[in-house]
């Protein structure tokens, strides 16, 4: 089966998507008074969900490209393409933290305890389980989620195929009935904290928002089985984009009158499932918008800005450098500069030395 192309429209989204995470992680240092502004404050705040929208997103992709018209995977080519994809800027990322994390145990514990203790943590950051074992520590903390999304790779050559393997209404009844039920278990988690089993499993609990994703590839897959309804999607999709990124910066309003978290979570991973659809319709005009050269390149690099900016930041204040406007500026160009290097000349390469290595390929884009 020929290589799946690429989402072009989607691939832009994802640069929006990571860059949302950095400002919402360090706009509020460079400008302390516009983060308590009437209009800017919620929206900030609410940009932390763009991480649900990775998450969705990642089971559309995967089962697009590895499950679309089959029904069986090669698990050994699946887990090497996802480790050679995920793997080494990661964990190049985790080594560059690991001084700073050290130097600052060394100031509250002995040199013996803060050496150990940094060493437990990098061992279960390099086995990508940190988001298991949050009680050892961070390092680089926007990785928790690269460790969220190994699990869901660990567990979708079954997952994957066995919702695939189900007919679209079977499919998107089980989504459903997964989602209301993590969610339910989530609501009363907060209501009962003494008996909250979320907080020691969170990768299991967000194992709901991957399976999201794979339903909507199928019912996607299934809507372009038919010309009809893929031809109006296509008419609809960019007003069905609009529609969704309306909603979801109406919801940073709504935020005070739906303050409860959980639901107001939820919400935003349904509005991400239509903004998916919609991006991925073959719409003519977001076509046009989303798919020029250079944003296409920012998209293809927003995983290394993802991974990028917090090790960053910190090492620009290590430097003795402090928040303001134009550094903030400054720190988002850079770090936008080197996820494109990263990409380019770093991951990119590693990632066929990897393929290589394994004497595997990928069925993914690049």
Known sequence: MAQPEKVLPLTSLRFFAAVAIVFHHYFGASFPFAVHNRWVAPINDYSAVAVFFFFILSGYILSDVYLRGKSSLDRKRFWVSRLARIYPLYIVTILFSVPHL?????????????????????????????HWIPQLGALNYPSWSISAEAFFYLVFPWLGVYLWRRSTQQAIALGTLWFVISWSVIVIGADWPRFNIVPHAMPLFELNLFVLGIVLGKVHFAIKQNPQRNQRLRNWGATLGAAALLALFAFTEWKASIPFFPIHDAMAAILFLILILAFASGSPLLEKLFTPTWLVVLGE????????????????????????????????????ALSIVSFYFFETPARKRILRYFHTCSREPR
């Open 102 to 130: 050290l130097t600052a145990r060394r100031q509250h514990f002995s040199a013996a305890r803060a050496y150990l203790g940094t060493a437990a943590t990098f061992i279960t950051h390099a086995l990508l389980l940190q």
């Open 301 to 336: 690099s927003s995983y290394g800005l993802y991974l990028i900016h917090a090790p960053l930041y910190a090492f620009l204040l290590g430097c003795g450098l402090h928040p303001s406007h134009v550094f903030f500026l400054l720190y988002l160009c850079g770090a936008i």
